[in-house]
């Protein structure tokens, strides 16, 4: 028997809150620093693990509400909004990539689920390291005009090309590529995979 609509809804609703809940972890529990300009966490991983999960829009939200709780709780109240924006843009590229490009939801070989699970890894979290810093430069020139942070924002746009965007992608990438490749096998073996995915367009 086929899972009921909304049955798979509130479970896909159940598994963002949890994963909001991971990205928020991510970010204020586990070990982070800055350098040149790029603050470096694990919070970014779990958002890009709930849009491969759960497709963009709900993968996105998930990020955007667990890491602008973890500004709000911070201190960081001032972020918060562009935390929201960055964070929504990772989980729709992802999901972009995985789901509505390449179909990840469906069966592929082992190969494939692999190299496409990189790839919008990747993509998502690139895009976040050229969104960031270029969404902070337009905040504090446009919006609340502040010298001293526009220069900061324009310092943190040239670290793109640093050694620490890079780390920033790599360990981001690695973690949440090996745990949505350890999960995908797990969820699949429980029967809980395809309630998760994003709904498939029936086609006529």
């Not at 529990?29 to 890009?48: D, E, Q």
């Not at 020139?141 to 526009?150: E, G, M, S, W």
């Not at 640093?162 to 699949?188: D, E, F, G, Q």
Request: net charge positive.
């Amino acid at each position: 028997m086929k899972e009921h609509k909304s049955d798979s809804k509130v479970r896909r609703l159940a598994i963002a809150g949890l994963m909001a809940a991971l990205c928020f972890v991510g970010y204020t529990v586990f070990p982070s620093f800055s350098a040149s300009g790029t603050k470096i966490h694990i919070g970014n991983s779990f958002v890009v693990i709930a849009a491969l999960l759960l497709g963009g829009p709900y993968g996105g939200l998930a990020g955007a509400v667990g890491l602008t709780i973890a500004d709000l709780v911070g201190g960081y109240a001032e972020s918060a909004p562009r935390t929201f924006i960055t964070k929504l843009i990772i989980g729709l590229v992802v999901g972009l990539i995985a789901h509505k490009i390449a179909k990840l939801s469906e069966d592929h070989s082992k190969k494939y689920i692999t190299a496409i699970t990189i790839l919008a890894s990747v993509g998502g979290l690139g895009v976040n390291l050229a969104v960031e810093p270029s969404l902070k430069w337009l905040w504090y020139t446009i919006l609340i005009p502040n010298a001293d942070k526009t220069q900061s924002a324009i310092a943190s746009l040239m670290a793109i090309t640093t050694y620490s965007t890079l780390i920033n992608t790599v360990v981001n990438t690695v973690i949440a590529s090996v745990l949505y490749l350890a999960l995908r096998p797990a969820l699949k073996k429980a029967g809980l995979f395809n309630g998760l995915q994003p709904p498939r367009k029936s086609s006529k």
